[in-house]
């Protein structure tokens, strides 16, 4: 048993204390005995000198009365044989020398004769009258008797006594220390050690117990540890429960103390998330922005924000939750994981620990993405008109022309200098440098590696002496990477007109004001010389740029009529007036709608025909004098001439005629023709139908004079 | 949008200028892009944080901030300067020309973002502690 420094037994205190009891009632009872003991010594010496004096006075009463010395003395001679008498004398009336003593250097002769008794610590003195038989007073007695005796005796006693009062005292001390070891010493200490197993969390009762108050204590005890029991098993129900809330929250939580070491409390998504970098005592900051692959000002602003949202108060906390980062990234493989990150004081704590509520929100910003994707997709539908009003794709001309540019200037640099020297290397360096930023921003992951790759190599050589190896083999490197990339970035722009609604026009674009172009026109638009014609090419908008979002369009259109097409544009790069231009967009769509309801069948009817499952429509420009001639084909069944008023393909042009016996919301009731030809006949266009029975149908566009209008059927086998 | 932190961007590249500015932007912040490197101090009035491009012609981005740095030295509110670099070998030279920090992960634009407002955090708390 572990004791405490100054630790005293009980069974110690109460040997000490009954001992100490014992002893005093011993002594107190001894010196009563005693005292009654000398008492009685000196009553009974106090008696015998009294008798003795009592003989005495009447033995010398006649010789006194006769004044008889020698009778007198030769009485007092007779006590010098009494050891107790320490001395005698005998006084006549009223005399002050005595008449005789016994001892001639005795004291008594100045002791007082008056009669009565006093009792001094060695002797007592007895002094009597003595009188003749007729009571006449004839002189005094005074006999002094001897306590030495008696004062031995009382020594002896009060040892004797004292001894036996120890004896007694140790006696009763041993037996009532014995008893309260038995009774209450050893039950407590066996309480004790009970206690001590119960505070280790032991399941432990005391047992025989028995009736008294220490055994009351006992029943106390193990019904004090059984509501202990109850209520642990309570709360570990409790807590089971919480910590199957917890386990089943979409959450990561973790706690921390003020210095950003972990605790042991977590929920189970927590260990799934973190797994073994979350251990006790690990450090949140690793935890979140591990600094092998975390920005340092991640780490630096997390650290920082724990220094001080782990010393305030609970009541302060929440003033620093906006400070805390709001999302980490963790590394899993070769993909991240997002998380949404969210602090608070841990609840009921007053010692800095912060709870961390971590939400994985990868599948969620995936899915933004997702959408944002599906925008940008939807966004892409738009056409060219929105990118080229965005100025996206002159921003990527730009970049073209700026990098073409500064690859020049490195590449004449290089062929230049010579030896490559350390200026070179710098200048070298910054332009890849710059190019490799460039080139990510556009996602040109080609460009962007090969200049990382020149980057690295030059960061190399940057402190290389002239001359050396280092300088040579970057030199080398330079010569051919440069080669690359020119032929990286022209296979950039070539993807990129490719992939432009206007083609290569798309490299010549610039932003202008449509209102200053529109009072260009205004002004000098009619003038038919030089100025004119530049003003008119000013104006003129690429072919492939009123067409660009129909392609979009007629797949979404013939969907809906439960078809499918392919829309094909050439001449893209062909400039179409701006005032034919205003129009077309509205006439082509009105052509590509009529083909898709009337002349292209249903994908089952098709591959009936042998005809490919997707119809197929072809929008085509070229350059006719001071216009554009268009062109809209489609392959499919081409006009159903019989259905026409008169039986033959001008029909089409009559306004309320369609093939169709009611309307729809694609094709109409066919008043499109008609309205078309109306609406080009203002610019001075005309549009001419053909048609072959079950091959296709066209329909033309031109100037006036240079297409002739009108409308051609032809069947199969005339064609 | 008065009380949104400005942002203020040196870069020799126009279209990486662009880029950030768009993306910055985005996020609620006030961005002011400069590629001209002479006389770029006259945009840091009210500005909380700088970007600094390390690799500029005719200046290192070491210069600009001397320059910078000189011209906020009587200004009461200082904005914090952080490089932006991808060279990992121009970290340890930032440090000792000054910066306040170093941005990584150049043109990864989601990353800029995360770094920007953690550099602003850190802007905060270094204020709320002097103003304590």
């Known amino acids: 048993m572990r004791e405490a420094k100054g630790f005293v037994s009980v069974a110690s205190r109460m040997a000490v204390v009954i001992f100490a009891l014992v002893a005093a009632v011993s002594a107190a009872v001894a010196f009563e005995l005693t005292r009654r003991e000398e008492s009685h010594y000196i009553e009974s010496k106090r008696l015998a000198g009294s008798m003795l004096t009592e003989l005495l006075a009447d033995s010398i009463a006649p010789a006194l009365d006769f004044a008889d010395a020698e009778a007198i003395h030769a009485s007092l001679a007779m006590l010098a044989k009494n050891r107790d008498v320490v001395d005698a004398a005998v006084w006549a009336a009223g005399g002050r020398e005595p008449l005789s003593r016994l001892r001639e250097n005795g004291s008594v002769a100045s002791a007082s004769h008056e009669p009565g008794i006093r009792v001094t610590r060695d002797h007592i003195d007895i002094a009597r009258l003595v009188k003749s038989p007729v009571g006449k007073p004839l002189g005094s007695v005074l006999v002094r008797v001897s306590l030495a005796e008696e004062r031995a005796a009382v020594v002896a006693a009060k040892k004797r006594i004292f001894w036996l009062a120890c004896a007694l005292s140790a006696l009763v001390a041993a037996l009532l220390t014995a008893v309260v070891r038995r009774t209450i010493i050893s039950p407590l200490a066996a309480l004790e050690r009970a206690a001590r197993r119960l505070t280790r969390g032991e399941l432990i009762e005391v047992e025989n117990i028995r009736l008294d108050e220490v055994g009351s204590l006992g029943h106390t005890f193990n019904n004090m540890g059984r509501a202990i029991r109850e209520r642990e098993q309570r709360i570990y129900d409790v807590n089971t429960r919480l910590q199957g809330l917890l386990d089943t929250m979409r959450q990561a939580i973790v706690v921390f103390d003020g210095d950003g070491r972990l605790e042991r409390e977590r929920s189970r998504f927590a260990e799934q998330l973190f797994g073994d970098a979350a251990g006790v005592k690990s450090s949140i900051v690793d935890l979140l922005f591990p600094a092998e692959h975390a920005p340092g000002v991640e780490r630096e602003a997390f650290r920082a924000w724990l220094g001080v949202a782990g010393a305030v108060s609970r009541d302060r906390f929440d003033e620093l939750v906006d400070l805390a980062p709001k999302e980490a990234r963790l590394r899993r493989g070769d993909s991240d994981c997002i998380l949404e990150l969210e602090f608070r004081a841990a609840a009921g704590d007053t010692d800095g620990r912060i709870m961390l509520l971590a939400t994985d929100v990868t599948s969620q910003r995936r899915l933004e993405r997702t959408a944002e994707t599906r925008e940008r997709e939807h966004q892409k539908q738009l056409g060219a008109m929105r990118r080229l009003v965005a100025g996206g794709g002159q921003v990527f001309v730009r970049f073209l022309s700026s990098a073409r540019d500064r690859l020049g200037r490195a590449v004449r640099d290089l062929g230049n200098a010579g030896p490559l020297t350390q200026e070179g290397v710098e200048r070298a360096f910054r332009f890849v440098h710059t190019l490799r930023a460039e080139s990510r921003s556009f996602d040109l992951g080609a460009v962007e590696e090969l200049s990382l790759g020149l980057e690295l190599e030059l960061a190399g050589a940057r402190h290389a002496p002239p001359g050396s190896a280092p300088l040579v083999v970057a030199r080398k490197s330079l010569e051919s990477g440069y080669a690359e990339l020119r032929t990286l970035l022209d296979d950039a722009e070539a993807l990129f007109v490719e992939s432009s609604p206007i083609g290569r026009r798309v490299l010549e674009q610039v932003t202008v004001s449509r209102g200053d172009i529109d009072e260009l026109v205004k002004r000098y638009g009619a003038r038919h010389d030089e100025l004119g014609r530049l003003i008119s090419r000013l104006s003129a908008r690429p072919f492939g740029e009123l067409t660009s979002t129909l392609a979009e369009d007629a797949a979404r259109w013939a969907g809906k009529a439960h078809k499918r097409v392919e829309v094909v544009v050439t001449g893209r790069e062909v400039l179409v007036p701006a005032r034919v231009a205003e129009r077309l967009s509205g006439v082509l769509a009105h052509l590509l709608r009529n083909a898709i309801a009337h002349g292209i069948e249903s994908e089952e009817r098709r591959l009936e025909l042998g005809k490919p499952g997707a119809g197929r429509i072809e929008l085509s420009c070229l350059e006719s004098g001071d216009g554009v001639e268009i062109r809209v084909h489609d392959d499919g069944a081409g006009f159903d001439v019989d259905a026409f008023a008169g039986g033959n393909l001008e029909g089409a042009f009559e306004a309320g005629r369609s093939t169709r016996k009611t309307a729809d919301e694609l094709g109409g009731f066919g008043v499109g023709l008609g309205a078309v030809r109306d609406e080009l006949k203002e610019i001075g266009y005309l549009v001419s139908l053909r048609s072959q029975s079950g091959i296709g149908a066209s329909v033309l566009l031109g100037p006036a004079g240079r297409a002739a209008e009108g409308a051609w059927s032809t069947s199969p086998s005339s064609s | ?132």
């Open chain 2, 1 to 132: 949008m008065v009380d949104q932190p400005v942002i203020v961007v040196v870069d020799d590249s126009e279209i990486i200028l662009e880029r950030i500015k768009a993306r910055l932007e985005m996020e609620g912040y006030r961005v002011v892009t400069t590629a001209q490197t002479v006389g770029a101090a006259r945009h840091l009035k009210g500005a909380s944080l700088v970007i600094i491009d390390w690799h500029m012609p005719g200046m290192s981005g070491g210069d600009v901030l001397e320059s910078f740095q000189r011209a906020v030295a009587s200004s009461p509110k200082r904005p914090a300067f952080y490089l932006y670099t991808s060279d990992p070998t121009v970290s340890a030279a930032a440090k000792k020309a000054g910066f306040d920090g170093t941005f990584v992960n150049k043109g990864d634009d989601e990353s800029l973002v995360q770094q920007v407002a953690a550099a602003l955090r850190i802007a905060k708390l270094k204020a709320r502690a002097t103003s304590a």
